[in-house]
């Protein structure tokens, strides 16, 4: 499978725990996103990498939230200290802005859900 | 920052009716509007995209169209099968720089057989 993918699929945790989660981005894709989508609505933005770069986080990131991409290829998401409104889908996705690449199109993983109990 | 609106927020539809989505955005520097479809459980997919130097553009049976000056672009899909029964997001970044997507609330489209 060449697409997005992420890990684990779901994740059922108690309030207060901390949680990590991975996305691998299609390999020559440079540009790496994490979007939080709640049931009804569109996804939100939370932050981006170009690269090991982060080069734009979401005022909805607050401290509790961690991003980190640190050899440019796979990124993780960590949230510390979970809360009940933390429960969403955890959406990835990536993108090449690449001379001679499409520049825009941003490929979605099949997400994180995460239940906060 | 940007803001997108996107009615309606449901529509139902006949098979074989057409089916239209419009979305608002507020950033005039906003220069890239895609469109994806999400099935229940599955991942947004890109269905298709307009750049702000284009004020149309179609694939088969789905066309968006653009109109830089009053901030709006709509979806258009003609010849509806159950299948295009989803949830459909409009979003727009300044994409030439390949940011952030903002996108719309979405609209859940049911094609009634």
């Known amino acids: 499978d060449t697409g997005v993918s992420q890990d684990p699929r779901h994740k059922i945790t108690k309030r207060g725990q901390n949680v990590t989660f991975r996305c691998d981005p299609i390999?020559?894709?440079?540009?790496l996103y994490w979007y939080r989508q709640t049931l009804g609505q569109g996804p939100e933005f939370l932050t981006y990498?170009?690269?090991?770069?982060?080069?734009?986080k979401s005022r909805l990131l607050s401290d509790r939230f961690s991003a980190e991409r640190p050899k440019g290829s796979f990124s993780t998401l960590e949230i510390q200290r979970t809360e009940q409104g933390d429960s969403a889908m955890y959406l990835c996705?990536?993108?090449?802005?690449?001379?001679?690449?499409?520049?825009?199109?941003?490929?979605f993983g099949p997400g994180t859900r995460l239940t906060v109990l | 920052g940007e803001n997108v609106e996107q009615h309606p927020s449901t529509l139902s539809v006949q098979e074989g009716d057409s089916a239209v989505i419009k979305c608002t955005y507020s950033?005039?520097?906003?220069?890239?509007f895609p469109w994806y479809k999400q099935e229940l459980g599955k991942r947004p997919q890109l269905i298709i995209d307009?750049?702000?130097?284009?004020g149309e553009k179609k694939d088969q049976r789905i066309a968006v169209t653009l109109n830089k000056t009053a901030k709006h672009f709509s979806l258009h899909i003609t010849e509806t099968q159950p299948e295009d029964s989803a949830v459909y997001f409009c979003?727009?970044?300044?994409?030439?720089?390949?940011?952030?997507?903002?996108f719309g609330g979405g609209t859940r489209v049911l094609v009634k057989p």
């Open positions: 996705a990536s993108s090449s802005n690449l001379a001679g690449g499409p520049g825009n199109e941003q490929f």
């Open positions: 390999s020559e894709h440079n540009r």
């Open positions: 990498f170009q690269n090991e770069a982060q080069l734009e």
């Open positions: 950033d005039s520097a906003s220069n890239y």
């Open positions: 307009i750049r702000s130097n284009v």
């Open positions: 979003a727009a970044t300044q994409g030439a720089a390949g940011n952030k997507l903002t």
